[in-house]
């Protein structure tokens, strides 16, 4: 079964070719390389070439779970970056992309992965099958083969095959890849038993390999030529074809014997004298098919001898590498691992550093909005004193207007009560001007004496005024809060009635007709919302 993977390409590694030092340094190396990839900035081509190498490499060696990785990692940097590549890069990785998706499907399928190969066929399919490019007949070649050497569908594995023959016949009958899958559809009809529709293939392939030039080395493909006539001849030999299987014998022979020996490989020549064995076996020639089964035998010795040194050697560094190899998975675990629990400890203190940073800005949020409140609150109560001190203040200026109000009226009356003393006064100076000259001089005296005791009587009135209100000031006091409207005389009434003195001397003591005087105990009974049947002089005296 031809695979048709541009392997050589990206081929980084040959068993032969490293001590088991240097596989351990190049291993060790090759990881710390891929762990350094994600640290670089740009340069998206040098790394996705890179991501390739690791891919193939570890293919090679047998690592295919780190194969695997690698072209995953490839595939997710390529469509991370593809709108930072140039167009020329973009057409560079259109076949690689196909490649890794090919690759990254046999390395399923050999850790027996199906499901998962089979994904990555269809996703190979889907992808390449919008440009016109070899890759994709190569993908369903590829996909037939997975059937055939997997699923051991071989009627699946047909249909795909034929879907890529066709297209590759159309589109591109010169390349190499033809060839490959006409050898798989003759292998299916080979395991089918059905010889006849092989050989016909095989000869086809036969002819196309004699002209065809490999798309790589330009070259001849040499040993596919005698694989395809050796195919040829063993399929013409079981159905009796001897003259067909003769005529292209010698024609291998010719080549090999002309074709310098670096181009035959050991085992094309080993396959080559195989079929030529079953040649003479089949003329009944007895002695050429022993002699060349002799030579078989000596060349697959000699093979085999240089095989068993080189396994040995590698059996060797294979158990040491395997060793190291479990010890650096053992590693990889671990360092993962830590990897691992770092990043969650970074996350929980990320969180925690964010968590602690919003309950901050909450608390500082919370502690303003608190604080305004407070302030708030206080330019409220603030505002609240303000207008209940004002409204005091015009309390207090109300009292004090309605004081000067019953002062001013005290005034008026006691003027009042002068401006009558004055009349009368006015009167009697009128009387003694007409009076006689031996009247006028008796009334003159009179009205001396009458002023006289005028004067003396407010000179005295108001000395026992402020005695009253010396000696009263507790009861003024208690009388004011209980009735804030009483004005001062209203109150040195209240308590010359306290102090039991009958009306009369109370009108002489205010200068006032006791007409007057009825007349303020009449406003004074108002004032203190008494009843008529309540007595004033009772009331007073009982406060």
Not at 200 to 224: C, G, M, Q, W
Not at 317 to 334: Q, V
Not at 426 to 435: G, R
């Amino acid at each position: 079964m031809a695979q048709s993977f541009p392997e050589d390409e990206y081929k980084t590694y040959n068993r032969t070719s490293f001590s088991e030092k240097q596989l351990e340094l190049y291993l060790s190396q090759h990881f710390q390389r891929l762990d350094l990839l994600p640290l670089i900035d740009g340069h998206h081509a040098f790394k996705l070439h890179s991501y390739l190498h690791s891919g193939n490499w570890f293919r090679e060696i047998g690592f295919l779970k780190e194969s695997i990785k690698s072209y995953k990692d490839f595939l997710l940097y390529y469509y991370a970056n593809e709108s930072s590549l140039t167009q020329e890069e973009h057409q560079q990785f259109l076949e690689l992309r196909a490649y890794a998706y090919g690759i990254l499907a046999d390395n399923y399928a050999q850790t027996s992965n199906l499901d998962s190969a089979t994904i990555e066929h269809r996703n190979n399919i889907e992808f390449i099958a919008k440009h016109n490019i070899i890759s994709y007949p190569s993908a369903l070649n590829n996909y037939g083969l997975f059937f055939y050497n997997y699923k051991k569908d071989l009627d699946s594995a047909l249909i795909y095959f034929n879907k890529a023959y066709t297209i590759t016949q159309s589109q591109f009958p010169k390349h190499t890849l033809l060839g490959s899958i006409r050898d798989n559809i003759a292998d299916v009809y080979i395991s089918e038993q059905q010889f006849l529709k092989a050989k016909p293939l095989y000869k086809t392939n036969f002819e196309f390999y004699t002209y065809a030039i490999n798309e790589r080395s330009h070259v001849k493909d040499i040993p596919r030529l005698i694989s395809a006539g050796t195919q040829f001849i063993e399929t013409s030999l079981k159905l009796g074809d001897l003259e067909d299987a003769k005529t292209v014998l010698q024609v291998l022979e010719t080549i090999i014997d002309t074709t310098k020996t670096i181009s035959v490989l050991p085992s094309s020549k080993l396959e080559f004298l195989k079929a030529k064995e079953l040649f003479y076996l089949g003329q009944n020639d007895i002695s050429k098919a022993y002699t060349t089964s002799k030579y078989i035998k000596s060349l697959s010795d000699s093979l085999t001898s240089v095989e068993e040194k080189e396994d040995s050697k590698w059996r060797d560094e294979l158990n040491t590498i395997t060793l190291d190899r479990f010890a650096l998975n053992f590693e990889i675990d671990r360092i993962q691992n830590e990897n691992k629990i770092k990043s969650q400890r970074l996350k929980l203190w990320i969180i925690t550093l964010v968590s602690s940073i919003i309950l901050i800005i909450l608390f500082f949020m919370f502690f303003r909005r608190y604080k305004n409140l407070v302030i708030a609150k206080n330019k409220q109560l603030l505002a609240e004193q303000t207008l209940e001190n004002t409204a005091l203040k015009v309390k207090q200026l109300h009292s004090e207007i309605k004081s000067k109000e019953r002062d001013l009226s005290d005034f008026a009356i006691n003027l009042t009560e002068n401006q009558k003393w004055a009349e009368v006064l006015a009167e009697k100076i009128s009387n003694i001007t007409t009076a006689k000259t031996k009247d006028r001089d008796k009334q003159l005296q009179e009205l001396e004496q009458e002023i006289k005791n005028k004067i003396t009587f407010d000179n005295d009135t108001k000395v026992f005024f402020e005695r009253l209100d010396k000696l009263s000031d507790s009861f003024y006091s208690e009388l004011s809060k209980k009735f804030p409207d009483l004005s001062k005389n209203e109150i040195r009434l209240c308590s010359l009635i306290r102090l039991k003195i009958d009306s009369r001397q109370i009108a002489t003591l205010q200068n006032i007709t006791l007409a007057s005087l009825n007349t303020s105990r009449y406003r004074l009974r108002k004032k203190l919302n008494l009843e008529e049947t309540v007595d004033l002089d009772s009331f007073i005296q009982n406060l």
